[in-house]
Every structure is written in structure tokens, then in C-alpha cells.
């Protein structure tokens, strides 16, 4: 018998079931919970919208100066 149909006669195992574990506890209070929702939205709303204005203007800064550099040479004084 060919190997390839040994492979095909053989039965499936059934997957390996592991019993349930311990329950698991709940280790933040209620206001720490709304501790971390305030912040979540804090940063979502104010915080991440600043820093990426920071980057963006930087880029900004960075685009100029580049395109002054490469037009530096044209200028005649």
C-alpha cells in the first residue's frame, strides 16, 4: 500500500480537550474602570490629535526648508 494511502485510511484524532481552569477574578474596581474610559477618551480626543498636528507641522517645516535649500542657488544676490 502506498504511503499516500495510508494517509487517507487513517482516522481523524479527536482534539485534545483541557479541562476548565479556575474562574477568573475581576481585579479593577468599578472607578478604576471609569479612571481608564476617561482617559481612553482623553487621549483619543485631545491628546493624539495634538501630536499629530506636531508631526504634521514639522513635515511642513521640513518640506520648506528642503525646497529652499534647492532653490538657494537660483537666488542672486
Request: net charge positive.
Amino acid at each position: 500500500m502506498a504511503d499516500w494511502q495510508m494517509r487517507t485510511k487513517r482516522p481523524l484524532r479527536e482534539p485534545v480537550r483541557e479541562e476548565a481552569g479556575p474562574t477568573l477574578k475581576n481585579y479593577i474596581t468599578p472607578a478604576g474602570l471609569q479612571r481608564l474610559k476617561d482617559e481612553h477618551r482623553f487621549l483619543l480626543s485631545r491628546e493624539r490629535p495634538a501630536v499629530v498636528l506636531g508631526a504634521a507641522l514639522g513635515q511642513a517645516i521640513c518640506v520648506l526648508m528642503h525646497r529652499v535649500d534647492m532653490y538657494a542657488h537660483l537666488c542672486i544676490y
